[in-house]
């Protein structure tokens, strides 16, 4: 499968953005999508992730602000942010992968698909 990210840009401090992750290849519906971001500096961090079911995960820093969605018809798996800050700042990447157990969907290391990053970045 190959995935491409977009929906970044230029935001202010709580400003909201809407970021989409396209997915190409069959049987999209039976993978792992995960967002993960990376700020300069820092290590790759989990954002969220959805599983084939729809069931959502997300970082104790994300949750409650950010949205994680799919349209498997569309082959399209949203990240929608509201309440951005100066620390969501960061290259956001998608991920997938059909076979990471629930323990694992936080950790990079297991998604063997990845997407080109998108830069948001939030200005305070």
């Known amino acids: 499968v190959q995935l491409q990210a977009s929906g970044g840009g230029l935001m202010q401090t709580e400003g909201s953005l809407r970021l989409s992750c396209a997915a190409s290849?069959?049987?999209?519906?039976?993978?792992?999508v995960g967002w993960f971001r990376q700020a300069p500096g820092k290590e790759r961090e989990f954002v969220a992730a959805?599983?084939?079911?729809?069931?959502?995960y997300y970082a104790g820093s994300t949750k409650g602000r950010f949205t994680v969605s799919r349209d498997n018809a569309k082959s399209t798996v949203y990240l929608q942010m509201n309440s951005l800050t100066p620390d969501d700042t960061a290259v956001y990447s998608c991920?997938?992968?059909?076979?990471?157990?629930?323990?694992?969907?936080?950790?990079?290391?297991?998604?063997?698909?990845w997407g080109q990053g998108t830069q948001v970045t939030v200005s305070s």
């Open positions: 991920a997938a992968d059909q076979s990471i157990i629930v323990t694992s969907m936080r950790s990079s290391q297991y998604y063997d698909y």
């Open positions: 290849g069959r049987s999209f519906s039976s993978y792992i």
């Open positions: 959805i599983r084939w079911n729809g069931a959502t």
